[in-house]
């Protein structure tokens, strides 16, 4: 289990990267651009994962509850390091 966890923080903290490379990327982070840009790359990546979860044989409604907390969790993220970025 702790290799699980130990993976989940390298993934969050590449998305934190990334998402600050692109908030520098769009002109400097605010908090209204942090938050747009998370949530759109939120989308982007829930819209992507959708395919894997049909093909996987698993319900729209899982899809939908892993794609909120996605989008939630990019925005938040975003939001965050346009405060403070």
């Given at each position: 289990?702790?290799l699980?966890?130990g993976?989940?923080f390298?993934?969050?903290a590449?998305?934190a990267?990334?998402?600050?490379?692109v908030l520098?990327?769009?002109?400097g982070p605010t908090w209204?651009?942090?938050l747009?840009t998370?949530a759109?790359?939120g989308?982007?990546?829930?819209?992507?994962?959708?395919?894997?979860k049909?093909f996987?044989g698993?319900?729209?409604?899982?899809?939908?509850?892993?794609?909120?907390?996605?989008?939630?969790?990019?925005?938040?993220?975003?939001l965050?390091?346009g405060?403070?970025?």
């Amino acid at each position: 289990m702790g290799l699980v966890f130990g993976l989940t923080f390298v993934a969050i903290a590449v998305q934190a990267i990334l998402l600050e490379v692109v908030l520098q990327a769009v002109g400097g982070p605010t908090w209204w651009a942090g938050l747009a840009t998370g949530a759109l790359l939120g989308l982007i990546g829930s819209a992507a994962s959708l395919t894997h979860k049909l093909f996987g044989g698993l319900s729209l409604r899982a899809w939908g509850l892993e794609a909120g907390s996605d989008i939630v969790g990019l925005a938040s993220m975003g939001l965050v390091l346009g405060l403070f970025g």
